[in-house]
């Protein structure tokens, strides 16, 4: 079951296409990675998806409702993370967190006092005198308090440490548990790439590959290192090789993985003392969309 739909949905502002007939489908307790540099259409698609912005052309669903018609209806189901979090400055952290809550109307005390404690967060505090980083604390903890069906994250962890990025980590895995759907946009590759179940890649307003992280790994290439006890001869007339680097006797090179076996067999025969594979990461198959 597919709880967000958005189909051949175009988007334009004046002369500029922010979204060009992008399609994407979400299905029920899944994470969905939504990856793409700065002014790429990440942001316009949420807004879309929140009933912020109406799409010029094709539909957008929630819960299989109209994003633009039923979004009030729709906001009662979903919690929302912005990447960039505005507060009101002379309310409290807690304070917001308890407004929210009281819109929602599933107030959690237990559940939010944890939250504070692993995510370091002073509720006491005034707004006004929060980082960047403690304002987005302030707003993980007003959506990961609530019981939402859909949790929509857009740079969620943008200004906090690695420590409480990971703490964001087990949260998103808790909820997946929970069988929640979340959709998740970040330019974190590494974030993406630990949480998501299918990712999808956008480039100026088109989505231009989408799939698991398995489904990428069979269009890249895996960096082997083979150190051998003979110098290894020919490597370079071997099909499916690709920037090789010799020194001395240790060889570093690029593999397409439908060829690995064949390669390891024919460099065993010069007689292998160590060999490291390093399977390839989201950030090869983004670069090789986003490389001039």
């Known amino acids: 079951m597919n709880i967000i739909e958005l189909n051949n949905v175009t988007k334009t502002f004046g002369k500029v296409t922010a979204l060009d007939n992008i399609s994407l489908n979400v299905e029920k307790g899944k994470v969905y990675g939504f990856i793409g540099p700065n002014g790429a259409g990440k942001t316009t698609t949420i807004r879309i998806m929140l009933g912020i912005l109406k799409p010029?052309?094709?539909?957008?669903?929630?819960?299989?409702?109209?994003?633009?018609?039923d979004a009030v209806d729709i906001h009662k189901h979903i919690a929302y993370v912005p990447g960039e979090v505005s507060l009101w400055p002379n309310l409290t952290g807690g304070e917001v967190v308890d407004f929210f809550s009281k819109l929602k109307g599933n107030s959690n005390k237990e559940k939010k006092e944890e939250l504070y404690s692993k995510f370091d967060l002073d509720p006491s505090k005034k707004c006004r005198t929060y980082s960047k980083g403690n304002r987005q604390k302030v707003a993980l903890v007003a959506?990961?308090?609530?019981?939402?069906?859909?949790?929509?994250?857009?740079?969620?962890?943008?200004?906090?440490?690695?420590?409480?990025e990971k703490v964001f980590q087990e949260y998103v895995y808790e909820l997946k548990k929970q069988n929640k759907t979340?959709?998740?946009?970040?330019?974190?590759?590494?974030?993406v790439e630990k949480l998501c179940d299918v990712i999808s890649i956008i480039r100026e307003g088109k989505i231009v590959e989408t799939g698991s992280l398995n489904d990428f790994r069979h269009l890249t290439r895996s960096q082997i290192t083979?150190?051998?006890?003979?110098?290894?001869?020919?490597?370079?007339?071997?099909?499916?090789?690709?920037?090789?680097e010799t020194v001395g006797l240790k060889t570093t090179f690029q593999l397409d993985s439908y060829k690995f076996g064949n390669i390891i067999k024919f460099i065993s025969k010069y007689d292998i003392t160590k060999l490291e594979s390093a399977p390839p990461t989201l950030e090869d198959l983004f670069m090789r969309h986003y490389e001039k």
């Open 56 to 69: 010029d052309k094709g539909e957008a669903k929630l819960l299989n409702k109209d994003t633009w018609i």
């Open 143 to 164: 959506a990961l308090a609530s019981d939402a069906e859909i949790y929509i994250f857009d740079e969620p962890t943008s200004g906090l440490d690695p420590l409480m």
């Open 182 to 191: 979340i959709f998740l946009s970040s330019h974190i590759l590494s974030e």
């Open 226 to 244: 083979v150190e051998t006890k003979d110098e290894i001869k020919d490597l370079h007339l071997q099909k499916g090789v690709y920037d090789i």
